[in-house]
């Protein structure tokens, strides 16, 4: 009777792996100092205001924009409070479920955003053409940047 033993994982999979992870990083790290000097934003908050001006109805239930940030429920509402004391945002009940509460965008929160956002595209455009030069990286951004078939 044959056993089964756990397939070792592929070198190839945990060194493509490490390549994204290094990407990212450096990638992130580049947004974040440009939104913050240039708009007074973290990265968290920039992408929170995307979510909420491209929702349907300018708003999200929170735990939906934790979902979409990648937050837990109490960084996200601890977020949501910096956005609403900034004047960004603001705390809303759902009028069906008094449970539910939304975060809703302001028109001041928009109008940032929209500023942000061509710093947002401009760094991430730069730091990805600076990395297709590194021998280490530059594949991997090449591999994103790859039109889908």
């Known amino acids: ?15 493509a792996w490490n390549r994204v992870l290094a990407l990212h990083a450096q ?14 934003l973290g990265l968290s908050e920039y992408r929170s ?6 929702s ?3 708003e999200l239930r929170m735990q939906d924009l934790a979902e979409r940030v990648g937050l837990g429920q109490s960084s996200v509402t601890r977020l949501v ?5 900034a004047g960004f945002a603001y705390k809303d009940l759902c009028p069906s ?9 302001t028109d001041e929160g928009r109008q940032r955003y929209q500023a942000a956002r061509a710093t947002y595209t401009e760094v991430l455009s730069s730091a990805l053409n600076a990395f297709t030069a590194d021998p280490d990286l530059g594949p991997t951004v090449q591999a994103l940047r790859a039109p889908r078939s």
């Open 97 to 105: 479920d008094k449970r539910g509460v939304y975060a809703v965008i």
């Open 49 to 54: 205001l995307e979510h909420l001006d491209q």
């Open 27 to 40: 990638v992130e790290r580049e947004l974040t100092q440009a939104l913050q000097s240039r708009h007074g």
């Open 81 to 85: 409070g910096r956005l609403e004391a």
């Open 56 to 58: 349907e109805d300018s």
């Open 1 to 15: 009777m044959a056993t089964s033993h756990p397939v070792p994982p592929r070198t190839s999979d945990h060194a």
